[in-house]
Structures are given as structure tokens and as C-alpha cells.
């Protein structure tokens, strides 16, 4: 079991910066694929990104890539996706979400369900 605790949401404007974080419980977070997700209101959930367990593999979103940075500190238990250039259409909620499974062989990290836990999401508001 791993309880996820997003925080660092907040009020921007457009082109500034935001980081979030994502702290889990429990001792086996390096056992973890780690994702963020998004939703906006009135759209379905997106995947943002997602980080292997070590750290070694990364990947993106088409609409965030150059712009967002996902990495993690396994001696720290947590999950960070850094925000920058942020954009009026990054306003979300935006969610961290563990995996048991090595999602490198199934290629599903961009996919919501192959999740097992979720934080109860932090919210981002990029003004014009």
C-alpha cells in the first residue's frame, strides 16, 4: 500500500514556473513507476509524464515535452515534475500516481488504469 500526498500547486501567470511534489509512503517507493496526470474541467484525464523506477527513463507528454521535467529522489520518497513556460492550457488538477508493474515492457506509462495508486491531486492555475 503507498499513500501519495501531491503539494506546490498554485496561481501563476502565464510563463512562469511551478514545481510540483509527490511524497509517498511506505519503504518501497524505488519499486514504483511514478506518473503525473492532469485533469482539466469538463475534459478527461491525461497522462503528463512518468519516470522509471530507478530514474533512468523518462517520458512525456507531446504537449509538455521541453517544457515540464519529471524526476524523482528515491532517499527522499518523492516525485517531482518541474513546470515551466507554463501555459493558460496547463490550468488542471494534476495527479501522481504509483506503479507496481515494470511498465517498460508494456509501454503503458501513458496509461491511467495501469496505475495502482493515486494522490488526491494538487491544482494548477496558469492565468493570462
Known amino acids: 500500500q503507498v499513500q501519495l500526498v501531491e503539494s506546490g500547486g498554485g496561481l501563476v501567470q502565464a510563463g512562469d514556473s511551478l514545481r510540483l511534489s509527490c511524497a509517498a509512503s511506505?519503504?518501497?517507493?524505488?519499486?514504483?513507476?511514478m506518473g503525473w496526470f492532469r485533469q482539466a474541467p469538463g475534459k478527461e484525464r491525461e497522462f503528463v509524464a512518468a519516470?522509471?523506477?530507478?530514474?533512468?527513463?523518462?517520458y512525456y507528454a507531446y504537449s509538455v515535452k521541453g517544457r515540464f521535467t519529471i524526476s524523482r529522489e528515491n532517499a527522499k520518497n518523492t516525485v517531482y515534475l518541474q513546470m515551466n513556460s507554463l501555459k493558460p492550457e496547463d490550468t488542471a488538477v494534476y495527479y501522481c500516481?504509483?506503479?507496481?508493474?515494470?511498465?517498460?515492457?508494456?509501454?503503458?506509462?501513458?496509461?491511467?488504469?495501469?496505475?495502482?495508486?493515486w494522490g488526491q491531486g494538487t491544482q494548477v492555475t496558469v492565468s493570462s
Open positions: 511506505g519503504r518501497t517507493f524505488s519499486s514504483y513507476w
Open positions: 500516481a504509483a506503479a507496481q508493474k515494470d511498465l517498460y515492457y508494456s509501454a503503458n506509462y501513458n496509461y491511467g488504469p495501469a496505475y495502482d495508486y
Open positions: 519516470i522509471s523506477r530507478s530514474g533512468g527513463r523518462t
